[in-house]
């Protein structure tokens, strides 16, 4: 069990028990809207998160993720690996479709445009609104107190 020290924790929500509740696979719907989130660290890790909103259920259903640590961080195998990534979890195995997606990254437009670049443009990322942390930090702890967001057990990070 982790301790949590309740000054300093940005989601104290995030309790042994509500992850039981929350950490599960959920039955893709056949209608959604699909995100990618990035966050890059190049101290830190870089992180992706692909997920999908379940209309029907109201939920935000994280569904898998991309962890490197920065200093691992090679531009066009990452590229590769999200583009496989997003094929994998939102292509229509019938008709080789592909979902639209909206891509979102924290606000490193050299990062983000060198791959655009590598991936032949087929990844471009949106940045992301960071105007209210405070309100988006909110929305999050009550959609996580809410159970409206479920994390596929493969996300451990």
């Not at 008709?95 to 990254?105: A, I, L």
Request: include cysteine.
């Amino acid at each position: 069990m982790l301790i949590k020290d309740s000054n300093t924790c940005v989601i104290p929500e995030m309790t042994d028990d509500l992850a039981k509740r929350i950490v599960k696979e959920w039955p893709k719907p056949p209608f959604f809207d699909a995100y990618v989130g990035m966050d890059l660290g190049f101290v830190d890790l870089t992180v992706v998160v692909f997920g999908y909103y379940d209309f029907r259920a109201a939920k935000i259903i994280i569904e898998d993720e991309i962890v490197i640590k920065g200093s691992d961080l090679h531009l066009p195998s990452f590229a590769d690996k999200i583009l496989e990534t997003e094929k994998r979890l939102w292509s229509n195995p019938l008709t080789n479709e592909m979902k639209q997606v909206r891509r979102v990254s924290d606000i490193n437009y050299i990062v983000t445009k060198e791959i655009s670049r590598v991936s032949n443009n087929q990844l471009v990322f949106e940045p992301a609104k960071k105007d209210d942390n405070e309100a988006a930090i909110n929305k999050l702890r009550v959609l996580l107190n809410n159970e409206q967001i479920i994390i596929h057990p493969r996300c451990v990070t």
